[in-house]
T-cell receptor, first 113, second 113 residues
């Protein structure tokens, strides 16, 4: 079945450091890919998405490019802030659209001043 | 404000109690979901409702009973729970097409004593 694999956390970075959170997927066809973020005490919220190969999703300084050749959708940010401390989830929506989102296990990011 | 409202935010109940969690959305979505989020475990999909019809039940124990009276409201009725059921219960909603992102509520933190 479809699956998403994220790098294990937690990840701890200093403010203004470069962030990469790896995400790879297994799916048939052409899934849509998403990154969700969960801030402390809140539910998940959509951060960015990409719906076809080579698409780049971006939001709030975060970017991720849909790479079909490597089945990856790595999340990057050039300069993290303390306010980016949260749990980040990679997810995919199957080609058929008839099944719910498949989530990765989440990666906790802590940014220290 | 996420557009998806969950009540209560916190709930403590004994193993013999009966309680209900409530979720409400006014985003015009036609699909609603219950997820369970436990510490150090992946996000678990519990139930999916599509136009008020249950379309997914991921082998959830019968002590959890969902109800979806209309496309805007979703309940999770709880009875004779176990301590291992303590978790954050998240409600989400979406349109029912492939690239539609999920909108989550802030969750109900449930503690079973």
């Amino acid at each position: 079945g479809d699956s998403v694999t994220q790098m294990e956390g937690p990840v701890t970075l200093s403010e203004e450091a470069f962030l990469t959170i790896n995400c790879t997927y297994t799916a048939t066809g052409y899934p849509s890919l998403f990154w969700y973020v969960q801030y402390p005490g809140e539910g998940l919220q959509l951060l960015l998405k990409a719906t076809k190969a080579d698409d780049k999703g971006s939001n709030k300084g975060f970017e991720a490019t849909y790479r079909k050749e490597t089945t990856s959708f790595h999340l990057e940010k050039g300069s993290v802030q303390v306010s980016d401390s949260a749990v980040y989830f990679c997810a995919l929506s199957a080609d058929s659209g008839n099944t719910p989102l498949v989530f990765g296990k989440g990666t906790r990011l802590s940014v220290i001043a | 404000e996420t557009g998806v409202t969950q009540t209560p935010r916190h709930l403590v109940m004994g193993m013999t109690n009966k309680k209900s969690l409530k979720c409400e959305q006014h985003l015009g979505h036609n699909a609603m979901y219950w997820y369970k989020q436990s510490a150090k475990k992946p996000l678990e999909l519990m139930f999916v409702y599509n136009f008020k019809e249950q379309t997914e039940n991921n082998s959830v124990p019968s002590r959890f009973s969902p109800e979806c009276p209309n496309s805007s409201h979703l309940f999770l009725h709880l009875h004779t729970l176990q301590p291992e059921d303590s978790a954050l219960y998240l409600c989400a909603s979406s349109y029912k097409f492939r690239d539609s992102p999920l909108h989550f509520g802030n969750g109900t933190r449930l503690t079973v004593t």
